[in-house]
């Protein structure tokens, strides 16, 4: 049982060697009421199905660089989720990781290329948000269910947004940075 913040260790030991965690596995934290705050060290490459499903007290989450996989509703129903910095630079998904998690604040890296597929797919609460000029491509069904959604500032360096990304956004609103050239 996970009570306050968790430190996830760069790596473990046991019977005197040492090994680096580069994964967190499928329901390791599912249903941890008490987990306020996780710390994700750039060692992992992975985190599992569910992995923090249900964690109720969670408010806040840092996506390291070094992600490459996040499992479908690896932070599914985290009901007081309110903030995602995402910085993993190539990252694949499986099939919604934040599922009905209300993020209201949405911060992704400057080394950022690719916002994934299913992304934030169903997370209702978020807003607005701007999309830094090192993103080149968006996902299928990215943010595919963002109901609430009223506007995203998307910049020229976008060259593919994915099949669905935007879908049932009733309310949104897409600004495009558009280079002007004046001869």
């Given at each position: 049982?996970?009570?306050?913040p968790?430190?996830?260790?760069y790596?473990?030991?046991?019977?005197?060697?040492?090994?680096?965690?580069?994964?967190?596995?499928?329901?390791?934290?599912?249903?941890?009421?008490?987990?306020?705050?996780?710390?994700?060290?750039?060692s992992?490459?992975?985190?599992?199905?569910r992995?923090f499903?249900?964690?109720s007290?969670?408010?806040e989450?840092?996506?390291?660089?070094s992600?490459?996989?996040?499992?479908?509703?690896?932070?599914?129903?985290c009901?007081?989720?309110t903030?995602?910095?995402w910085?993993?630079v190539?990252?694949?998904?499986?099939?919604?990781?934040?599922?009905?998690c209300?993020?209201?604040?949405?911060?992704?890296?400057?080394d950022?290329?690719?916002?994934?597929?299913?992304?934030l797919?169903?997370?209702?609460?978020?807003?607005d948000?701007?999309?830094?000029?090192?993103v080149?491509?968006i996902?299928a069904?990215?943010?595919?269910?963002c109901?609430s959604l009223?506007?995203?500032?998307?910049?020229?360096?976008v060259?593919?947004?994915?099949?669905?990304a935007?879908?049932?956004?009733?309310?949104?609103?897409?600004?495009?940075?558009v280079?002007?050239?004046?001869?």
């Amino acid at each position: 049982m996970v009570n306050g913040p968790l430190v996830i260790p760069y790596a473990v030991a046991n019977d005197g060697k040492a090994y680096t965690v580069t994964a967190i596995g499928d329901l390791a934290f599912n249903g941890a009421k008490g987990l306020t705050a996780i710390t994700i060290p750039s060692s992992v490459k992975s985190i599992g199905n569910r992995a923090f499903d249900s964690c109720s007290k969670l408010t806040e989450i840092s996506i390291p660089q070094s992600l490459e996989n996040i499992a479908g509703m690896a932070f599914a129903r985290c009901n007081h989720l309110t903030k995602l910095t995402w910085n993993a630079v190539n990252c694949e998904t499986d099939g919604k990781p934040f599922f009905n998690c209300p993020i209201t604040e949405l911060t992704i890296g400057d080394d950022v290329q690719c916002l994934p597929n299913s992304f934030l797919a169903l997370c209702t609460s978020l807003t607005d948000f701007t999309i830094p000029p090192s993103v080149t491509t968006i996902g299928a069904s990215a943010f595919d269910g963002c109901t609430s959604l009223t506007g995203v500032t998307i910049p020229n360096t976008v060259t593919s947004i994915g099949k669905y990304a935007f879908r049932d956004c009733q309310m949104l609103l897409i600004r495009f940075t558009v280079p002007i050239t004046c001869t």
